[in-house]
């Protein structure tokens, strides 16, 4: 694996309350992503970052909030989770440094909002 | 909006055949073009990148790239029941951070 951890794997949470998810690589890699996957829409770009403190807009960011203060860390934040926030969601990372490189994921986290 | 496009499947195919994956895109710009497998809740695991027209080979991986036409393919030689997996393609950034995949193919190896 390409050092990339996320937490928790598995949250259960009620709808209107927050939530924060974690990715934590050990690469200090600068570009850190994070999707969602749900059955027929494949995997959908939520936010990303190109440094500390440097983020910008995916497809489908309506509801989340990032942060970045550090390299190593990419916090995802669902301000009021809804229902249609049940999902798979992954963080990824990419070497700067190689040119075209590819996008190297964790293991994910299932998220369900009752 | 920049799209790639998959056939859903199930693509099924025997034992020891060839399977064989394609994928659209619709950027011209893209210079980047790679292959994922993922199995069933698990997390999608690089298996190919290919940037040039033409063929790149990795032991029973072949991925297939031409530009003019928009078209990628991956060929799964010797197919394994291992293989069942869901695979993805995606296209790199061209003039952005952004990275777009494909909605995925099944594929299923019958033993």
């Known amino acids: 694996d390409a050092g990339i951890t996320q937490s928790p794997r598995h949250k259960v949470t009620e709808t209107g309350t927050p939530v924060t998810l974690r990715c934590h690589q050990t690469?200090?890699?600068?570009?850190m992503y994070w999707y969602r996957q749900d059955p027929g829409h494949g995997l959908r770009l939520i936010h990303y970052?190109?440094?500390?403190?440097?983020?910008d807009k995916g497809e489908v960011s309506d509801g989340y909030s990032v942060s970045r203060s550090k390299t190593e860390d990419f916090l995802l934040t669902l301000e009021s989770a809804t229902s249609s926030q049940t999902s798979v969601y992954f963080c990824?990372?990419?070497?700067?440094?190689?040119?075209?490189?590819?996008?190297?994921f964790g293991n994910g986290t299932r998220l369900t909002v009752t | 909006q920049k799209e790639v496009e998959q056939n859903s499947g199930p693509l099924s195919v025997p034992e020891g055949a060839i399977a064989s994956l394609n994928c659209t895109y619709s950027?011209?710009?893209?210079?980047?073009f790679f292959w994922y497998r993922q199995y069933s809740g698990k997390s999608p695991e690089l298996i190919m990148s290919?940037?040039?027209?033409g063929d790149k080979e990795d032991g029973r991986f072949t991925a297939q790239l031409n530009k003019a036409s928009q078209y990628v393919s991956l060929l799964i030689r010797d197919s394994q029941p291992s293989d069942s997996a869901t695979y993805l393609c995606?296209?790199?950034?061209?003039?952005?951070?952004?990275?777009?995949f494909g909605t995925g193919t099944r594929l299923k190896v019958l033993a």
């Open positions: 990824a990372i990419r070497d700067p440094d190689r040119a075209r490189s590819p996008l190297h």
């Open positions: 690469e200090n890699h600068r570009y």
């Open positions: 970052s190109y440094g500390v403190k440097d983020t």
């Open positions: 950027d011209r710009g893209s210079q980047s």
């Open positions: 290919i940037y040039s027209n």
């Open positions: 995606a296209v790199g950034p061209s003039g952005t951070y952004k990275y777009i």
